[in-house]
């Protein structure tokens, strides 16, 4: 059969606010097929809602194809419709107008309008809310407009951004049990649907692939089958399997390819997580009150998080060797063990020293430091590198958090009114006696 999508060789970059290209989408070829859903996975960062818009036609492509059915897309797609996490209703129209806007810029009849909303409202199980207004809804019901104002226009292809994300943990999980159930059932108007998330447990729970996005461009890492019969028990040991994987490649090195160790590694190789001394410090010390291993969905939703906004403290933590990662679980290191137990000027001298030897950036900046006349060179030199490899914004973010991770470590301080980056009056020694 022809895939209802297929997506080839895409790429997307925009314009910087200082004119430098920053890349979103690398290369990605995929396709979807009816009857099926597909999950695109993936970090903040990763692109899966510019993605999932390129399969819209709503974003024009700098590289590759995008065809429905065969015929290239010059424009908005006509097979798809998509839910959107910010419901996105029109305020002034009451739920049945909102769900017949799509109906009415296609040109169709009042009377065939409010038949086919009205079905779409009492599949959704919104029936008897046709006459409220958005403000007079909850987070749950606005978001079950957003499904019938999608649903009522029939897609081939269900496009979905996030769509529970902003929903409470029980609203979100009635959501996604109703939508399963529809979609098992003969009433489901729609040939397939594709999901973006960053939740890995609702991605095992809903889709039949998940598709994993690498980040910084986004790029296609690595597809999942999910080989699990409906309704999924989040409790079999085979659906924690496909959790324990997913994490495995969320957090884990690219799949068949070898990443340089932090200690060899160059500031562009491994770049520097968006994490500060406080938060990767203040994770590993929960992990370690947990006995020195901590299960990684669980920590997130007791502490409030989505585990996407954990992930760079559990990739700052395990780049300086204070944890490593074994699919959803996080485990202390003999050198996290110290760093969390020690008083404070032995956990910052320790800190210095991990830093020092595996953040890359550190490294660079630290020896330069060192060969340098006085001791010290203006920022802009390390940024004027940086921008080699990273997008201004970027190489911006790993300056400083390079600058935070050595001022902590008292390897290096920064004056912010001169711009200068001077190394440590009690590294210095130790500095010049470093190898190369």
Not at 153 to 179: G, I
């Amino acid at each position: 059969m022809t895939p209802l999508i297929t997506v080839e060789k895409v790429s997307k970059s925009f314009t910087g606010s200082e004119g430098d290209e920053l890349r979103v989408l690398d290369d990605i070829t995929l396709e979807l097929r009816a009857g099926e859903i597909v999950a695109l996975l993936g970090r903040s960062g990763s692109g899966k809602s510019t993605l999932l818009r390129t399969i819209a036609g709503l974003i024009a492509l700098t590289g590759g194809s995008v065809r429905y059915r065969g015929e290239e897309l010059n424009g908005a797609n006509p097979g798809t419709a998509m839910v959107f996490q910010s419901f996105a209703l029109m305020p002034w129209l009451t739920v049945q107008d909102n769900v017949e806007l799509g109906l009415a810029a296609r040109g169709v009849p009042p009377a065939e309008r409010r038949e086919r909303a009205l079905a779409a409202i009492d599949l959704i199980g919104l029936d008897g809310f046709e006459s409220a207004y958005p403000k007079e809804l909850s987070g749950g019901m606005r978001q079950r407009v957003g499904f019938a104002r999608a649903l009522v226009l029939e897609p081939d292809l269900l496009l979905m951004d996030e769509p529970f994300s902003a929903l409470d943990v029980l609203t979100s999980e009635n959501l996604r049990t109703e939508l399963m159930s529809l979609w098992t059932g003969q009433r489901f108007p729609t040939k397939a649907i594709c999901i973006v998330t960053h939740n890995i447990e609702e991605a095992v729970q809903l889709a039949d692939r998940v598709l994993v996005l690498g980040a910084n461009p986004g790029h296609l890492r690595a597809e999942v089958t999910i080989d699990l019969a409906r309704p999924r028990d989040r409790k079999s040991p085979a659906f924690a399997a496909l959790v324990d994987r997913l994490y495995d490649l969320l957090t884990g090195r690219k799949p068949d390819l070898t990443e340089p160790e932090p200690t060899e590694a160059t500031p562009t190789a491994r770049p520097l997580p968006a994490a500060s001394v406080g938060g990767l410090a203040g994770l590993a010390e929960i992990v370690h009150a947990r006995g020195g291993r901590a299960d990684l969905p669980d920590l997130a939703a007791e502490l409030n998080f989505e585990v996407d906004d954990l992930l760079p403290l559990v990739d700052a933590a395990a780049q300086l060797g204070l944890l490593f990662v074994a699919g959803a679980d996080l485990h202390l290191t003999p050198i996290g063990q110290a760093f969390t137990t020690a008083d404070i000027q032995q956990s910052k001298k320790i800190f210095a020293e991990q830093a020092r030897d595996r953040a890359p950036l550190v490294r660079t900046i630290y020896k330069a430091l060192a060969a340098s006349a006085d001791g010290s060179l203006r920022a802009g030199f390390f940024l004027d590198l940086l921008r080699r490899g990273f997008s201004a914004e970027d190489a911006q973010q790993q300056l400083d958090t390079a600058i935070d991770w050595g001022r902590y470590g008292e390897l290096f301080d920064f004056d912010t009114d001169t711009g200068q980056i001077a190394l440590d009056p009690a590294h210095r020694a130790t500095a010049e006696r470093a190898p190369a």
